[in-house]
C-alpha cells in the first residue's frame, strides 16, 4: 500500500526542505477534506486549528495542511492552539468539523528511524544525508491511513470569524494606515498599537 | 519598469486565488532578504513578524511572504503581532533586522481599481472577473519600489526563539502524546490542556 496522498513538489519547495512530518500535514489535510466533503479553499471559507505549539519539533506538519487545504495563515484561516499536539481540527461552516490526530502508536514506531536521532543531536532537516530522509519519509507513504490517524466527528464544534470591515485611519504620529479595529486612542488621537505604548 | 519579484505559478497555487497582496508580500519578503542578504530559508532560522491582524482584508500579503522567504507558520518562523498594519519585520539572527511597511500613498493608488470595488461588496477573489484582478496585479508589478516601500532597519530588534525540547509524554486521561512543554498536571497525573480544563 501508498497512499495516495503525496504531495506535489511545490509543496516541498514552499516548505524548503524534505522531511516525513509536511507529507504527514498533507496528507491529513487531504483525508480531512475528504470526510468533510470540502474542495481546496480558494477563498476564506475553511478552518484549520492545529494543535501545535512552540519549542517543540515536528510542527512541519503545518505547512502540510496549509498546502493541502489552502487554509493558510495568510488567508487568516489558521491558527496554533498552543496545545502541543499532533493534532487538527478542520472546520467548515457548512459542512461541520472534524479532529485528526496522530496515533500514539504510529508515533512510537516513526520515532525509531535514523531521521530522528540527526534531529535530536540539533542536525536541521536540510543536512541530514538525503538516503536517510527517504527511508522515513518513504516509510510513511506505506503506511495505512488507520494506522496513522484517529479521526474524531465534531458536532459541535462552533467557531465564527470576526466580521471584517475595510475601514482604516492614519497613525496621528508615524503616519501609516491601520485598520480600525486596531485603531488606538492616545492623548485624543487616533495611533497604531505600536505608537500608543499599549500592549494591544 | 516591472519587478522581478513575480511570484512563481505554485505561490499562486499554494494560496489559492489571484490577488494583488499575496504578490506584494512576495516582493516585500524578496527584498528583506535581498537588505539582509540571506537566502530562502531551508530550516529553521529566518524570522518573520507580519503586523496584520483579524478582521481585515489584505492579508493575504503574508501568504506571499512565506512563499518568498521560507519562513513559514508550519516552520514556528512567523507570527502576526495583531497591530492591523500592512508590514512586517524580518529577522535574522546574524544578520539583523529590517521592517518592511506599505506606504500610505502606495495604498491610496491601490485602493482606486476596480478589483477593490467588488472585495468592498464582498465578492472573494477568485469571483472576481480575472481581467480586473490581473488589471491591479499588473499595475504593482509597475510600480517602483520605492514608492511601495518604506525600509526600516532594526539594529536593536531582539528575539530569541524558544527552546526546543523533544520531550513528550501521553496525557493520563485521553492517552495521546503531549510534548513536555504543553504537559499539565491534575490529581497528580499528567495530562494535556484540553483534558485538564486548564486555558493554557
Known amino acids: 500500500m501508498t497512499t495516495k496522498n503525496i504531495p506535489p513538489d511545490w509543496a516541498f519547495e514552499f516548505h524548503g526542505h524534505r522531511c516525513p512530518f509536511m507529507p504527514i500535514g498533507y496528507r491529513m489535510g487531504k483525508l480531512a477534506m ?4 470540502v474542495e481546496r479553499e480558494q477563498d476564506h471559507g ?3 486549528f492545529p494543535e501545535i505549539g512552540e519549542g517543540h519539533p515536528q510542527t512541519c506538519m ?3 495542511i496549509q498546502a493541502a487545504t489552502g487554509a493558510t495563515y495568510g488567508k487568516v484561516l489558521m491558527e496554533k492552539t498552543f496545545f502541543g499536539k499532533l493534532a487538527a481540527t ?3 461552516p457548512h459542512k461541520g468539523a472534524v479532529r485528526f490526530s496522530l496515533k500514539p502508536e504510529f508515533m512510537d514506531a516513526m520515532g525509531k528511524f535514523e531521521f530522528f536521532v540527526y534531529r535530536k543531536k540539533g542536525v536541521e532537516p536540510s ?3 538525503l538516503p536517510v530522509v527517504e527511508e522515513v519519509i518513504k516509510w510513511t507513504y506505506e503506511q495505512t491511513d488507520d494506522f ?3 479521526i474524531e466527528a465534531k458536532p459541535d464544534f462552533k467557531f465564527a470569524p470576526v466580521k471584517g470591515s475595510f475601514n482604516k485611519a492614519k497613525c496621528s504620529l508615524c503616519g501609516e494606515y491601520v485598520f480600525e479595529r486596531y485603531v488606538r486612542t492616545k492623548d485624543g488621537n487616533p495611533v497604531c498599537i505600536p505608537c500608543s505604548g499599549y500592549k494591544r
Chains 1, 2 share one sequence.
Do not use: A, T
Open 34 to 37: 475528504e470526510y468533510l466533503k
Open 46 to 48: 475553511f478552518f484549520v
Open 62 to 64: 503545518v505547512d502540510g
Open 90 to 92: 478542520f472546520h467548515h
Open 127 to 129: 543536512q541530514i544525508p
Open 148 to 150: 496513522m490517524f484517529k
